[in-house]
């Protein structure tokens, strides 16, 4: 039975000062008091009649090609422009503790954005890829671009369509990120897993669960009893196969496990 909260609690502070092997699978949600909106949140501006979950499909791509490849570079801007939390902040401070005492911190993420890393965080799988890279529909080659002048907080009047693949020449540029239906780079699913299973404490945070087959990594956690930690200001699809749900924004919550940590 999940236990919940609304701020750590003596049972999670013993979790938390235990561990030696922690994996942390991160989504939308820790990036959100960056000023990242999540991927349930509603749209603006070229999108606001589209769900971000009409965008993220290769059909959508498909349809309208400028669309789609206007709202991931407007993304990135917006990316660039925002700075890491103090949810970033403390995982990338608890991983660099706990290696310094021979542990790890692994982080797995569902975000395309780079806030971990700028946090001073190594990321162990960006399971959905990255907006930064791009490559050809048609021969998937990477390609290099400069970074999008859009202002990051004033969605465009008008989009732009995806270049050229300056090495085919017949294909045109996608963002390199994991759409729906696509698969996962086998290698960071792999590595998540590796995590997880060797993990001594699973920490789930800011996810809402739905999307596979991210959403179902805790669960080889829960396969091996590994206490289960969820941070989420809301219940999730994952709630129930918690130990702990510990209900609030993930800037608070993880700090305050870091100082446990301690
Ligand atoms: N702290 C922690 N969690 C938060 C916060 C916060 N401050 N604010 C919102 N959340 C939670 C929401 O309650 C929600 O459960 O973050 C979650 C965000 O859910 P989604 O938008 O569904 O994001 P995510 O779970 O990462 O989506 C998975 O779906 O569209 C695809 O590829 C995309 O990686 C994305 C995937």
Not at 73 to 80: E, T, Y
Not at 92 to 108: K, Y
Not at 126 to 134: E, K, N, R
């Amino acid at each position: 039975m999940v236990k919940e909260s609304e701020a750590i609690t003596d049972d999670v502070a013993e979790l938390v000062t235990s561990a030696h092997r922690v994996a942390v699978l991160t989504g939308a949600g820790i990036s959100a008091e960056s000023g990242v909106p999540t991927f349930r949140e509603a749209q603006t501006g070229l999108w606001e009649r589209f769900s971000a979950e009409d965008l993220a499909t290769v059909e959508a791509f498909e349809n309208d090609p400028a669309l789609v490849w206007t709202w991931y570079r407007w993304r990135q801007s917006l990316i660039q422009a925002v700075e890491p939390n103090p949810g970033h902040a403390a995982l990338a401070d608890w991983q660099a503790r706990l290696r310094a005492r021979q542990g790890e911190l692994s982080i797995i993420t569902q975000n395309v954005d780079d806030l971990h890393e700028r946090a001073g965080a190594e990321v162990l799988g960006h399971l959905h890829g990255s907006i930064f890279t791009h490559r050809c529909v048609d021969c998937a080659e990477p390609a290099e671009l400069p970074a999008p002048q859009y202002n990051g907080f004033e969605p465009p009047a008008e989009s732009e369509h995806p270049p050229p693949c300056a090495v085919c020449g017949h294909g045109v540029l996608r963002p390199n990120v994991v759409w729906f239906a696509e698969m996962l780079p086998a290698e960071a699913f792999e590595d998540a897993s590796a995590a997880i299973r060797s993990a001594d404490l699973v920490l789930v945070v800011g996810t809402s669960g739905i999307v596979q087959p991210a959403a179902s990594l805790p669960l080889l956690a829960m396969e091996r009893r590994t206490p289960l930690v969820e941070v989420n200001p809301e219940p999730t699809e994952l709630t129930e196969v918690m130990d702990y749900s510990l209900r609030g924004p993930s800037g608070t919550l993880l700090a305050q496990m870091v100082q446990a940590s301690r």
